[in-house]
C-alpha cells in the first residue's frame, strides 16, 4: 500500500524542484556519461557548496539496468527520471519496512497497523520518498537505524547515523547525539551489573530473586 501512494505520487509528480537538481544531473551524469567525467555538469557548475556523489552514485546503479533497457529502446529521458525516483522510493520505503517490522516485534501488531496507517494518511513522507535530496538519503539511513536500535543492534545503529551525519546531513548529529548518549548509559548500565554480580554473590542472588 505504502509503495503504491509513494509511485502514485512520483507518477503525478515527476518534476524536480531547485533543491534536486546536483542529485539528478548527478545520475543523469553517471548513467548516461559514465566514465567520460569530463563530460559531467558538475565541473562545470560546481555550486558554492561541496556536495556527495555517494547518494546519486548508489541510486545510479541501482536504476542502472532498467535505465539501459529504456537507453536500447530509445525511450525519452523523462522516464529514466522517473525510474531513478521510484528506485529511491523503494530503496526509502525499504528501510521504512525494517522499521515497520521491528515495530511489530517490539509493540504488537497493532501498533504495527497504526504505523502503517498514520504513515499512508499523511503526505510528506511518501511524496518525498523518491526526490532526491540530501535529506532523504539521510532518512533512509535513519529509519536503518532506529531497526537496528530496536533489535538492540547497537554498534550498527551508530554505524547508520554516522553515515548519515558524515555523509549527507551534518546536522544528524543533533539525533546522534542523544542515542549515543543514551547507548552508552545502556552499555554502562550492563557493564556495571556484570561487575557488581561477579564480585558480589548476594547481590546476584537478590537479583535472580526479583
Not at 48 to 76: K, Q
Not at 119 to 137: D, G
Request: glycine letters at 4%; a positive charge; charged letters at 10%.
Amino acid at each position: 500500500m505504502l509503495g503504491s501512494i509513494a509511485a502514485f505520487y512520483a507518477v503525478m509528480a515527476p518534476y524536480t524542484k531547485v533543491e534536486e537538481s546536483f542529485n539528478v544531473q548527478a545520475m543523469h551524469d553517471i548513467l548516461y556519461h559514465s566514465y567520460h567525467i569530463e563530460k559531467y555538469d558538475h565541473l562545470e557548475f560546481p555550486g558554492v557548496v561541496p556536495r556527495t556523489f555517494i547518494g546519486a552514485f548508489v541510486i545510479s546503479i541501482l536504476s542502472s539496468p532498467a535505465v539501459f533497457v529504456l537507453r536500447l529502446l530509445h525511450v525519452p529521458k523523462f522516464y529514466s527520471l522517473l525510474t531513478v525516483q521510484l528506485t529511491l522510493s523503494c530503496v526509502t520505503l525499504m528501510c521504512l519496512r525494517l522499521l515497520r517490522v521491528q515495530v511489530k516485534k517490539k509493540f504488537g501488531h497493532q501498533a504495527e497497523a497504526f504505523f502503517v496507517a498514520l504513515t499512508a494518511i499523511q503526505f510528506h513522507l511518501l511524496f518525498y520518498s523518491s526526490r532526491p535530496l540530501p535529506n532523504i538519503f539521510a532518512l533512509a539511513l535513519v529509519n536503518l537505524a532506529y531497526s537496528f536500535w530496536f533489535k538492540g543492534s547497537y554498534l550498527c545503529t551508530l554505524q547508520a547515523l554516522i553515515v548519515a551525519a558524515v555523509v549527507f546531513r551534518c546536522d544528524m548529529i543533533l539525533l546522534l547525539g542523544p542515542i549515543g548518549l543514551a547507548l552508552l548509559l545502556v552499555c554502562f548500565s550492563v557493564g556495571s551489573s556484570k561487575i557488581l554480580h561477579k564480585h558480589c554473590p548476594y547481590m546476584h542472588r537478590i537479583h535472580r530473586a526479583s
